[in-house]
């Protein structure tokens, strides 16, 4: 599927039996999440997440139509989980320490956008 070309979508990827919860990030969003995305690529190589747990929280996909990513400066796609930022696919794919913290900005724009409950009962806590 296509994302959204004047916005970044991010799938929250939670094993419950239903389709993933979605959330848009246009405009100043979109510009604060590219901002820590840049912040972190590059900086501090670290080994792939663990493998998720059935029945838990397993990260966000990020998706970004490849007009939007070039000129945000960012990847057009990349998988966020448990402090790790991955880019690319395959024996491709990158992995670096999440230091900017964009897993944390996800987690609270799921809950401002009301996907708290669900987070919550798959072992995601409210930011603080």
């Given at each position: 599927?296509?994302?959204?070309?004047?916005?970044?979508?991010?799938?929250?990827?939670?094993?419950?039996?239903?389709?993933?919860?979605e959330l848009k990030l246009s405009g100043e969003l979109a510009e604060?999440?590219?901002?820590?995305?840049?912040?972190?690529?590059?900086?501090?190589?670290?080994?792939?997440?663990?493998?998720?747990?059935?029945?838990?929280?397993?990260?966000?996909?990020?998706?970004?139509?490849?007009?939007?990513?070039?000129?945000?400066?960012?990847?057009?796609?990349?998988?966020?989980?448990?402090?790790?930022?991955?880019?690319?696919?395959?024996?491709?794919?990158?992995?670096?320490?999440?230091?900017?913290?964009?897993?944390?900005?996800?987690?609270?724009?799921?809950?401002?956008?009301?996907?708290?409950?669900?987070?919550?009962?798959?072992?995601?806590?409210?930011?603080?």
């Open positions: 599927m296509e994302p959204k070309q004047d916005a970044i979508t991010v799938t929250i990827g939670i094993f419950s039996g239903r389709p993933n919860p604060k999440f590219a901002s820590l995305i840049k912040a972190t690529i590059g900086r501090e190589p670290i080994h792939a997440p663990p493998p998720p747990k059935l029945g838990f929280y397993y990260g966000f996909t990020v998706q970004a139509a490849r007009e939007l990513a070039s000129r945000l400066a960012c990847p057009a796609e990349l998988y966020i989980y448990h402090g790790v930022v991955s880019e690319g696919k395959g024996r491709e794919q990158k992995h670096w320490r999440d230091v900017a913290n964009s897993e944390r900005f996800l987690i609270e724009q799921a809950f401002r956008e009301g996907h708290g409950a669900l987070l919550e009962k798959v072992g995601v806590g409210k930011p603080i």
